[in-house]
């Protein structure tokens, strides 16, 4: 029987393969499997981050049930290709929405069937397999291969003409690329780009836009790039953020909330959407002062300061635990002082006046805090950290609801809220805590 060309609508069976032969090669996949992974990725290291990425496990399937078919239809021709086909087109539409060309999933499957050749090879000595039986196996298994990369052509027109072909989904489509979490080779991001008609920039600045928000797209410059289809729809400036620039985007965003991240290269393009994503959040609620475009790079003390709010209230609980047995009101005034304090250097009569107490009070209180700090504040480091847990602390602060009657939560009686406080008046007692 002469092996025929197969296709996935009117597939035949693998050759004139014995069925038998199908025991034989069933113990050599797991094996077989792992060695064609290696190869590939060796081959395409792009490859080696889909194979440790969120999709990895989709991916091994794909890979297994490939294999896996072939075998079975050895052992049974009328076997069903159903998940094999359905994977394989998956494999296809992948690359599309990748912004990838099929020529490194094609090259995977010359790879892999270039392995499963060696393979049988070893096992045809093995078992001392005709010459005639090993040229009917590699027509089978090239043919085999045929298939697969016509199923996955199948979903990668599909997925094409999903996307359409307009200049801004093909940039969309690098957008995402860019910002896929995963290391790209830059070579990879040109071959997109140059389809995009888009230079490639070594540096670039993220943009994160408010989602009830939409800045037109005749307004903003022909080479920003855009995703106003993600939940939360961001931009892409290429190249140094000049003044210049920065004026225009301004311009164009105007009506917007929105945020500018810090310019990176291009491989930390994430990192800068992050940021402006953080700024954004943090103009939001209320901690920065901005106009509608708030600057990242104006902003970077309360980006890091409030990175991690956990951890801030771990610190928090940490180095202001001495002032934990004090009332809410007490503790709040103490807090105030030694921020004050500490951040200032400044004489009693300095803290008091922007305090608005009486000296005398800040004296007191400074007593007060060093009995209950004791050497802690007299430490470098520590002081350093009880500074950082108050400027944290005070940030939040004023990022707190107006309305709200609990405007401070401190760490250092694990997160309870502490009373609205008024500017004191000088007519307290000058030992007032």
């Not at 790879?111 to 009917?136: D, E, K, P």
């Not at 060093?370 to 400027?391: K, P, S, V, W």
Request: hydrophobic fraction near 40%; charge should be neutral; include cysteine.
């Amino acid at each position: 029987m002469t092996v025929m060309r197969q296709t996935p609508e009117n597939a035949e069976p693998p050759g004139p393969i014995p069925r038998e032969f199908a025991a034989v090669m069933r113990p050599e996949l797991p094996s077989l499997l792992k060695e064609m992974a290696a190869e590939i990725v060796t081959a395409i290291p792009e490859y080696g981050h889909l194979l440790e990425g969120p999709n990895a496990r989709v991916i091994k399937i794909g890979i297994e049930q490939s294999i896996a078919t072939f075998v079975d239809r050895v052992a049974a021709p009328t076997a069903t290709t159903a998940l094999r086909d359905d994977l394989c087109r998956r494999f296809g539409r992948f690359e599309a929405y990748e912004g990838r060309s099929l020529d490194n999933l094609q090259a995977a499957y010359r790879i892999g069937c270039q392995v499963a050749l060696r393979r049988v090879r070893t096992v045809g000595r093995r078992y001392s397999l005709s010459a005639s039986f090993m040229l009917t196996f590699a027509d089978a298994l090239f043919a085999y291969m045929g298939d697969l990369a016509e199923l996955s052509r199948e979903g990668y027109v599909q997925a094409l003409a999903e996307l359409g072909e307009e200049p801004d989904n093909r940039r969309r489509r690098l957008l995402r690329r860019i910002l896929g979490g995963t290391a790209v080779a830059r070579s990879a991001l040109a071959e997109l780009a140059e389809h995009s008609a888009w230079p490639l920039p070594d540096e670039v600045t993220l943009v994160a836009i408010a989602p009830d928000t939409r800045p037109p797209r005749a307004a903003l410059d022909k080479d920003i790039l855009l995703d106003f289809a993600d939940p939360e729809p961001h931009l892409l400036v290429p190249g140094p953020f000049t003044e210049e620039r920065r004026r225009s985007l301004t311009a164009a965003l105007a009506g917007c909330r929105a945020a500018v991240g810090l310019t990176t290269s291009i491989s930390e393009a994430a990192d800068s959407l992050r940021w402006a994503r953080h700024t954004l959040a943090l103009a939001d609620s209320g901690v920065i002062d901005e106009a509608e475009v708030a600057m990242c790079e104006d902003h970077l003390l309360p980006l890091w300061l409030l990175g991690d709010p956990a951890l801030v209230n771990q610190i928090a609980r940490k180095y202001l635990g001495p002032l934990v047995g004090l009332t809410a009101a007490q503790r709040a005034r103490l807090i105030d002082t030694l921020r004050i304090w500490l951040t200032t250097r400044g004489t009693a009569a300095q803290v008091a006046d922007q305090l608005g107490v009486h000296p005398q009070t800040v004296r007191y209180r400074i007593r007060i805090l060093d009995r209950a700090f004791g050497d802690q504040l007299a430490d470098a480091d520590h002081r350093f950290a009880t500074e950082i847990a108050l400027r944290a602390l005070h940030l939040r602060e004023h990022g707190e609801s107006a309305d709200s009657p609990a405007l401070t939560r401190t760490a250092a009686d694990g997160g309870a809220r502490q009373e609205h406080r008024r500017p004191p008046s000088r007519s307290r007692s000058a030992y007032e805590v």
